[in-house]
């Protein structure tokens, strides 16, 4: 029949210490390893839940600042169009000027370079896509964009109509018929006046869409860095300090394991008496 091995007190608190530092080792070249300190809920339930917390609205928010990002591409996209077209109508007011001392053959070019840059215009307006959404070859597109996922913070930006259009949208230069005519010439200049204003207008108001898009993505941006960084400070250990507590408890370590040795030799010494 095996009999019990009974230790005494010392021993038996000298194994209690060897296991508990040993435990503490464990935990603390964990977090060497990870980089954190509560990695899980039963290394503190709390700060676990809140970091999650933390950054679960921070990968929200990522999400809208792609949405943000793309929105500026858009509206860009749309403000680089009115900047060629005004190029175009400026080259067209060149051309009408030409036409007021031209004559002849040199007329007739002329008249076939304002119609032909003249298409070019609407042209150029049905190609300034992204992503599916054309922000100035209709008045009825538009573009909405949701800022944050707590509140119904959004902005909605109406598009703009720069193609050849003599109705109520759209820019109003006409083709060129008899230049031979100042009055016709003057008329081709009068349009082509008016439809750089109303590019100028579209451009100012894009412009101030993309300027409080940029302030919302720098801001969402500043954002989510705060979320993560109250994230790391309730889970993410500190390296100097778990380094500096291995190294105290790989010594305590060593200490438990003499302390341990001088108990036994202290046993055996007690049991040489009896021989």
Known sequence: MAQEVTLSAGIRTNLLSLSNTSNLISTTQNRLSTGLKVASPVDDATAF????????????????????????????????????????????????IQAKSATGTQLSSIVSQFNELRTQITNLANDAEFQGLNLVNSSANSLTVEFSTVTSSTLSISGVDI????????????????????????????????D???????????GSNVALLQTRLDFTESYVNV?????????????????????????????????????????QAVLGLFR
């Open 163 to 194: 193609t050849i259009n003599t109705g109520s949208t759209g820019l109003t230069v006409a083709a060129a018929a008899n230049f031979s005519l100042t009055s016709n010439v003057d008329s081709a200049i009068n349009q082509i006046d008016a």
């Open 227 to 267: 979320l993560e960084e109250g994230a790391g400070k309730l889970t993410l250990a500190d390296l100097n300090e778990e380094g500096a507590n291995l190294v105290a408890l790989q010594t305590r370590q060593q200490l438990g394991i003499q302390a341990l040795a001088f108990a036994g030799q202290s046993e």
């Open 196 to 206: 750089i204003t109303t590019l100028r207008g579209n451009a100012s108001t894009l």
């Open 49 to 96: 839940f809140q970091a999650q917390s933390l950054n679960d609205r921070a990968v929200d928010l990522e999400g809208r600042k792609t949405e943000i990002d793309q929105a500026i591409s858009s509206v860009s996209t749309a403000l680089e169009a009115i900047e060629a077209v005004d190029s175009v109508l400026r080259q067209l007011k060149g051309l009408a």
